[in-house]
């Protein structure tokens, strides 16, 4: 009772498999876009931009002063002055820091929305790299088993004088190499889900991927629609060398100094005398004119600047076109391997097989039949990947997920 026991709780603990939850890739993007601490400081640095923006229209607190003086026995009262300043920019009057403070929050937007994508199109990535690693350690453990009960084949016909027991060899070692590589794409299996853990916010033990259905490809029309109004690269740039431009005319604008409006109001002690007046402070710009931002802002632009040059080098048009292009090919690749040449190879192997039983052909001939098939059993899991991370590409550059786009 004790070994049955044993052998159940056993069976429990180290068949996870059995109990393996299937996530598909938008279920997981779901999920890591609530849990992800990739998101969350995307969501931090959002939020600081949004602060520094308001902090540029919000304008110093004023400044009291009250004075009052306690005057001597033979004028007993109190003198009482007051005295308000608030002080200003001259950028705070003339709209220079409200234009600022909306591109910033501009800016800001793009940026998040862009950076949240970047984080849906490495998670994908990551998705599809576990998909295939889990699909080629199956492949891997049916080969193996193949190999091995061929190899029994041979040995059984080898007892009974049909053929030569050295046939069997390339089968076992065949096996043998097999359930080595298994364990090596296990042990990337694993960290691969340590990775997608680690961006999406949740454990992936367990988790079994699935291969994601590839929608339509839209037209280059509608993925030109689409681009205009998404948050890419190229939005990013250029609003992050709007916002440094803003940023120069902010910092030469305040090149002339604070100054501030004063309200006085002066009591004497025995209530008869009361003064009000009005007044202003002015900094005198002798050592400081603002030089030190405005050289800082002044290198952010040419930053920024070159930052552009750089991301439209390309036409976006073309770029488009090309990786549609690609996806396209890519995903023709994949159907012809899955619809045409892998049903055409297996079949092979099976009528080989068939003939190998029949004694009509030599396990060699077997052997190297089966090698071709292993090859392309790989190959189809390979352009299963390499389509979809052309796509990846493609909506990378679009700033949104093909399925988006009507």
Avoid: C
Avoid at 47 to 60: C, R
Avoid at 93 to 115: H, S, W
Avoid at 295 to 310: I, L, Y
């Amino acid at each position: 009772m004790r070994r049955l026991i044993a052998i159940i709780l056993g069976y429990v603990l180290f068949a996870p498999s059995a109990y393996a939850e299937t996530l598909a890739l938008d279920q997981v993007i779901e999920r890591a876009l609530k849990a992800s601490p990739v998101a969350a400081r995307i969501e931090r640095d959002y939020q600081e931009k949004l602060a520094d923006s308001t902090a540029a229209t919000t304008l110093d607190n004023p400044e009291f002063q009250l004075d009052a003086v306690r005057m001597d026995k033979g004028n007993a009262g109190t003198d009482m002055a007051l005295e308000l300043i608030q002080p200003l920019r001259l950028s705070q009057l003339d709209g220079t820091r409200r234009t600022y403070a909306a591109t910033l929050a501009q800016v800001a937007a793009t940026e998040q929305k862009y950076r949240i994508f970047i984080s849906v199109n490495d998670i994908s990535a990551l998705y599809m790299k576990l998909w295939l690693l889990q699909e080629r350690k199956g492949l891997y453990e049916r080969s193996a088993r193949d190999a091995g009960n061929i190899a029994g084949i041979i040995h059984k016909a080898a007892s009974q004088g049909q053929t030569a027991v050295s046939e069997a060899t390339l089968f076992s070692a065949d096996s043998l190499r097999l359930e080595t590589e298994i364990d090596t794409i296990a042990a990337e299996i694993t960290r691969t889900k340590l990775e997608l853990a680690a961006i999406a916010g949740f454990s992936f033990s367990g988790i079994q991927a699935v291969k994601p259905e590839f929608s339509a490809l839209p037209n280059a029309d509608a993925l030109a629609r689409f681009v205009e109004n998404r948050a890419t690269l190229r939005s990013v740039v250029r609003d992050n060398l709007a916002v440094a431009r803003q940023r120069a005319a902010l910092a030469e604008a305040d090149r002339f100094p604070e100054f501030g409006p004063r309200f006085l109001y002066n009591r004497a002690s025995n209530g008869s005398e009361q003064g009000i007046g009005v007044g202003v402070a002015l900094r005198i710009p002798l050592w400081d004119n603002n030089q030190a931002e405005r050289q800082r802002a002044h290198a952010s632009v040419a930053a920024a600047q070159a930052e552009a040059d750089s991301a439209v080098i390309r036409n976006s048009d073309e770029s488009i076109h090309e990786l549609r292009q690609s996806a396209e090919q890519m995903q023709s690749r994949a159907d012809k391997y899955w619809k045409k040449i892998l049903p055409e190879y297996r079949k092979s192997y099976d009528l080989s097989r068939k003939m190998l039983h029949a004694g009509q052909i030599q396990a060699l001939d077997l052997w190297q039949v089966r090698e071709k098939l292993y090859q392309v059993e790989e190959a189809a899991l390979q352009s299963v990947l390499d389509a979809y991370t052309a796509r990846l590409a493609l909506e990378l550059e679009i700033g949104g997920k093909l399925e988006e786009i009507p």
